[in-house]
């Protein structure tokens, strides 16, 4: 635009994806860990929340704008055939 020319550029090394799938690669990579089988036990055991992962898996799936982003159908990837909406 013209009060910030720089709006529609791309990151350097990420040019293949666009605005919209870098907002989900963010999202997933806020929730990304590495972690032993052990600790993810004990996580499991001793955490009420859920895992990094399916914080990520459960909302995308059922998020319309993700299958957008990644031209994803309904039973393809991490696309769910029926939806969970709440609004």
């Given at each position: 635009?013209?009060?910030?020319p720089?709006?529609?550029?791309?990151l350097?090394?990420?040019?293949?994806?666009?605005?919209?799938?870098?907002?989900?690669?963010?999202?997933?990579?806020?929730?990304?860990?590495k972690?032993?089988?052990?600790?993810?036990?004990?996580?499991?055991?001793?955490?009420?929340?859920?895992?990094?992962?399916?914080?990520?898996?459960?909302?995308?799936?059922?998020?319309?704008?993700?299958?957008?982003?990644?031209?994803?159908?309904?039973?393809?990837?991490?696309?769910?055939?029926?939806?969970?909406?709440?609004?």
């Amino acid at each position: 635009g013209e009060q910030n020319p720089d709006t529609d550029k791309n990151l350097p090394g990420l040019t293949k994806y666009t605005p919209e799938q870098l907002f989900f690669i963010n999202f997933a990579h806020t929730w990304c860990i590495k972690m032993t089988d052990a600790y993810a036990i004990n996580r499991l055991l001793t955490d009420p929340h859920s895992l990094g992962q399916f914080r990520v898996i459960g909302p995308t799936s059922n998020f319309d704008k993700f299958d957008d982003a990644f031209s994803c159908h309904p039973g393809q990837k991490n696309s769910r055939e029926h939806k969970c909406t709440v609004w």
